[in-house]
């Protein structure tokens, strides 16, 4: 599976456990960066999808508003 085919809950969970293996500390330097790279990388998956689950709701809620304010 590619990035882009990530779901929000996969990205976040992947992530999830990056953190964990970072915190958890005991890795090289070179192990230490490419996770740090894979965070950030989910980071943004998990931010866009935010972001398009944040501008449906605000069309929904125009949608809403403009039906009834008819």
Known sequence: MTDEQLGYE????????????????GLSLED???L??????????CDRHLAGARERVEAALA????????
């Open 63 to 70: 949608a809403a508003e403009k039906e009834s304010g008819n």
């Open 32 to 34: 230490s960066l490419a």
């Open 36 to 45: 740090w790279e894979r965070g950030e990388a989910l980071a943004k998956i």
């Open 10 to 25: 996969q990205a976040r969970d992947e992530l999830q456990d990056v953190v964990q293996k970072l915190e958890a500390g």
